[in-house]
Nanobody
């Protein structure tokens, strides 16, 4: 299994931008689909975005479509989440996750998880 470590979280005002990074180690990164999920206080974890192992196919939750962009660099074993036009409702702990094979959008399909990074958006 790959080990994952997120970075790049922080506090930002509404309308601002942040880029999250997730560095992978210990496994064949390029054979894993990658996903970003988030969990706000008192709410269930929800899907945010996912990218196929080769990076050619991406998926987004409706709530972030057009504002967030997921990408990956298989030469550096990193997946990114560029977040623009942030809203207070984007406030959550963001976690990256990895799974072998094709992309799936349900968190239960992902076997490796990072520790999460806090994103706080103030109005």
């Amino acid at each position: 299994q790959v080990q994952l470590a997120e970075s790049g979280g922080g506090s930002v005002q509404a309308g601002g931008s942040l880029t999250l990074s997730c560095a992978a180690s210990g496994g064949a990164f390029s054979s894993h689909a990658m996903g970003w999920f988030r969990q706000a206080p008192g709410k269930e974890r929800e899907f945010v975005a996912a990218v196929s192992w080769g990076g050619s196919t991406t998926y987004y939750a409706d709530s972030v479509k057009g504002r967030f962009t997921i990408s990956r660099d298989n030469t550096k074993n990193i997946v990114y989440l560029q977040m623009n036009s942030l809203k207070p409702e984007d406030t959550a702990v963001y976690s990256c996750a990895a799974k072998r094979g094709p992309v799936q959008l349900n968190s239960g399909a992902f076997g490796s998880w990072g520790q999460g990074t806090q994103v706080t958006v103030s109005s």
